[in-house]
Nanobody, 115 residues
Framework: QVQLVESGGGLVQPGGSLRLSCAAS????????MAWYRQAPEKHRDLVAV???????NYADSVQGRFTISRDNAENTVYLQMNSLKSEDTAVYYC?????????WGKGTLVTVSS
């Protein structure tokens, strides 16, 4: 079992930055693929960024060049640095861990981009 707890969400103006954190507990964190998803009101939950257990990353086209995913295996934490935020980035952001077809979710943290 893996428990995931997100933090770092909040209200930010367009063009601003936020850093989300996801603290993991339970099984061996370093073996897991970690990802951030987001879900805007009345929309599907979409993949934002993923980082493999080897540190390889991939991003949704909509955040490429603005967001950076990283992980600290010693701290069992994955981060999402979000820069140049836009109103369309407003959503609940969820942390996801997966390995061998089994996945776990956090409860999410709300990011609101508004002036």
């Amino acid at each position: 079992q893996v428990q995931l707890v997100e933090s770092g969400g909040g209200l930010v103006q367009p063009g601003g930055s936020l850093r989300l954190s996801c603290a993991a507990s339970g099984r061996i964190f370093s073996n897991y693929f970690m990802a951030w998803y987001r879900q805007a009101p009345e929309k599907h939950r979409d993949l934002v960024a993923v980082i493999t257990n080897f540190g390889h990353t991939n991003y949704a086209d909509s955040v490429q060049g603005r967001f950076t995913i990283s992980r600290d295996n010693a701290e069992n934490t994955v981060y999402l640095q979000m820069n140049s935020l836009k109103s369309e980035d407003t959503a609940v952001y969820y942390c996801n861990a997966q390995q061998n077809g089994v996945e776990y979710w956090g409860k999410g943290t709300l990011v609101t981009v508004s002036s």
